[in-house]
């Protein structure tokens, strides 16, 4: 069963919709990529209506706001792909001090993704894995203790 997109006109599967009110079984009339972009183009056109209707919305309700991004961190540490591409993005946005990012994360960096994880995959000792991303423990680092040593 499958519904026809008002706005690209493509017949897709139910799925592919936001349900609008799921007690009546109700879907929008246009499909998530194309709800996705009209949502972009009206945020880049109304930035600030945009962030004071978010303001709002996690004022009205404090506990589910923690919810939701308790769940989207949930997701995050479980996907190696997403916790590294989250550590990139705050390291090049503490580097630039403060100020603004103005555009992705891959283009300031210079490399697309498979070329950033095929380097650092070759940094990587025997026992290190995208599995274990994270987790491993950090080996001891003692720069005081190996000034000693030398001294001797």
Known sequence: MGKVCSKCGIDKPLSEYWMKRPALGQFYARCKPCLKSQHSEWNKANPEK??????SWRDRDPERTRAVFREMK???????AKRFLSRIRNSVYGSLSGKRKTGRTLDILGYSMSVLTSHLERQFL?????????????????????LQDRSK
């Open 126 to 146: 025997p026992d290190m894995s995208w599995d274990n991303y994270g987790r491993m423990a950090r080996r001891p680092y003692h720069p005081i203790k190996q």
């Open 74 to 80: 949930r997701r995050k540490e479980l996907d190696p």
């Open 50 to 55: 945009g962030r004071s209707y978010y303001a």
